[in-house]
């Protein structure tokens, strides 16, 4: 799967904005929570204009993109890493790295490019984010 299934470049004139797809929970209180700490750069990647600020968030050239409400993670094999605290399941792309908290419901999702190997580097900028939402009875072994 490609990142491209959750997110397109939509070019208006000089400028770009990234349409990000809502989620069923995006615009529900705990995604307005996660929405006021997304950070406003992740590595040395600035915050972009997004298409639906409640959907998501956007950074850097190809787009690091954040997502809000995705249905928690049940248990799974795939990789789980911790970061500052948090749970994230790694799944790879075609074309990168799909994040996803894991022990959190509902999950954040976090697309990175593979331009921005080693991915897992950039999701310290998201730990605030993240901590704003629900724990379930899940976590990373």
């Given at each position: 799967?490609?990142?491209?299934a959750?997110?397109?470049?939509?070019?208006?004139?000089?400028?770009?904005?990234?349409?990000?797809?809502p989620?069923?929970?995006?615009?529900?209180?705990?995604?307005?929570?996660?929405?006021?700490?997304?950070?406003?750069k992740?590595?040395?990647?600035?915050?972009?204009?997004v298409?639906?600020?409640?959907?998501?968030?956007?950074?850097?050239?190809?787009?690091?993109?954040?997502?809000?409400?995705?249905?928690?993670?049940?248990?799974?094999?795939?990789?789980?890493?911790e970061?500052?605290?948090?749970?994230?399941?790694?799944?790879?792309?075609?074309?990168?790295?799909?994040?996803?908290?894991?022990?959190?419901?509902?999950?954040?999702?976090?697309?990175?490019?593979?331009?921005?190997?080693?991915?897992?580097?950039?999701?310290?900028?998201?730990?605030?984010?993240?901590?704003?939402?629900?724990?379930?009875?899940?976590?990373?072994r």
């Open positions: 799967m490609a990142l491209g959750t997110a397109v470049v939509m070019l208006s004139g000089c400028s770009s904005a990234v349409e990000i797809a989620t069923s929970l995006s615009h529900g209180e705990v995604c307005r929570d996660v929405a006021s700490a997304w950070p406003e992740v590595g040395t990647h600035a915050r972009r204009e298409s639906d600020a409640s959907a998501g968030a956007a950074y850097g050239d190809p787009p690091i993109i954040a997502r809000c409400g995705v249905p928690a993670l049940g248990p799974t094999t795939d990789d789980c890493i970061v500052d605290g948090i749970g994230w399941v790694a799944q790879k792309l075609s074309d990168g790295t799909r994040f996803t908290t894991f022990g959190r419901d509902p999950a954040v999702e976090v697309l990175i490019p593979r331009d921005y190997a080693p991915e897992p580097l950039l999701l310290p900028a998201f730990t605030k984010a993240a901590e704003k939402l629900p724990k379930n009875t899940l976590a990373c």
